[in-house]
């Protein structure tokens, strides 16, 4: 019995493996193309790309994992049956439940990991994701080039006459500030922008400096001086995942999420009864549309773990579980238990 788990697990990897990495694959360039995007409106570096795609993953993961695992197992047992393995299995008096206790167990622990990655990881790398892109947002507007037409800096008017976006380092800059009493003019060969934990600092090297009003004029050379603005972003904060999914932020979308993954989940080891309902065949009598059923079958749970919320909300869950294994459990009866 334990050869017989482990070459069925084997089986099963080989075909997992076949159809997680190509859907992986299939959905990272949907998002690489959704992130490029992104650099219409900010400027990412190779990192900061390699940075928003590993907050990605999990969520990848998420809608691939599931699919991958179903999809694999039912074309593994295909395969075997096909191969007349199964027929000789069955011959010698295994029932088709020791099958399904096989395939329980990696669906168990598969439909466990996919719950932890959307209640606890996907939650806090969001944030994460979010908050990177609102600052990077709010960075844009401070991506400063050489014009004819100032910028804004703060209080401050900043005119440039040289610059090297790459780098962040301008040359010539003159800065112009209007206060209630005074006017103040700066004026410095050498001027780069940097960004400190949200705060945007524009040194100034080698410059002079004037204010003056009705009755005074003060002129001042300095070597080094900065200039500070705060970043204009209101970052998501992320206590702990009880916290995340218990506050009024966001409500209605955040229940519609829980109950949408939680069935996504559970999704594995709620078709395990599918699986060796599509999967086992016999080779000489019996002819499945496996690719059609497998697809039908998906679209339906993925539909309906959607749309049946609208009515049945939180109830959804417990519905849609019990009437899947029944539907299930029923081909699983009508085309297997009662043949073999």
């Known amino acids: 019995m334990d050869k017989l788990r482990r070459y069925i697990l084997s089986n099963l ?90 395939l329980a167990v990696p669906a168990l622990l598969l439909s466990i990991l996919l719950f932890v990655n959307f209640v606890v990881v996907t939650p806090y790398i969001k944030i994460i994701s979010a908050n990177f892109l609102e600052k990077k947002r709010a960075e844009a507007k401070f991506n400063l080039t050489a014009s004819e037409f100032g910028h804004h800096f703060g209080d401050w008017m900043l005119f440039i006459n040289k610059s090297d976006i790459q780098s962040r380092v301008f040359g010539d800059v003159v800065l112009f500030n209007k206060a209630m009493h005074e006017e103040i003019l700066i004026k410095a060969e050498k001027a780069e922008l940097i960004n400190k934990k949200g705060v945007l600092q524009l040194r100034l090297d080698n410059g002079e400096s004037y204010s003056y009003n009705n009755d005074l004029l003060r002129t001042m050379q300095f070597k080094t001086g900065y200039i500070n603005d705060k970043l ?33 989940s559970l999704f594995p080891l709620l078709s395990v009864f599918l699986v060796i309902a599509l999967g086992i065949v016999h080779a000489r009598h019996q002819k499945r549309w496996i690719y059609l059923w497998l697809f039908l079958s998906i679209i339906v749970f993925y539909a309906a773990a959607i749309i049946t919320q609208q009515w049945l909300g939180f109830h959804t869950i417990w519905v ?7 539907v299930t459990y029923s081909f699983y009866k009508r085309l297997v238990g009662s043949r073999f």
């Open 13 to 102: 990897s080989i075909l997992f493996f076949s159809i997680f990495l190509p859907l992986f694959a299939i959905a990272s360039v949907i998002f690489m193309i959704k992130l490029a995007t992104y650099t219409a409106v900010i400027q990412l570096s190779l990192v900061e790309m390699g940075k928003l795609y590993l907050f990605v993953v999990p969520e990848l993961l998420f809608y691939t994992l599931p699919i991958a695992f179903v999809v694999g197992g039912a074309l593994a047992l295909y395969r075997l049956s096909n191969d007349n393995e199964m027929v000789v299995v069955f011959s010698l008096g295994i029932s088709p439940l020791f099958i399904a206790r096989v």
């Open 320 to 326: 849609v579980t019990l009437v899947w294994l029944i």
């Open 232 to 264: 204009t972003t209101d970052p998501m904060i992320y206590r702990n995942t009880l916290d995340y999914w218990t506050n009024n932020e966001l409500r209605e979308r955040k229940d519609q999420r829980f109950i949408t993954n939680t069935l996504l």
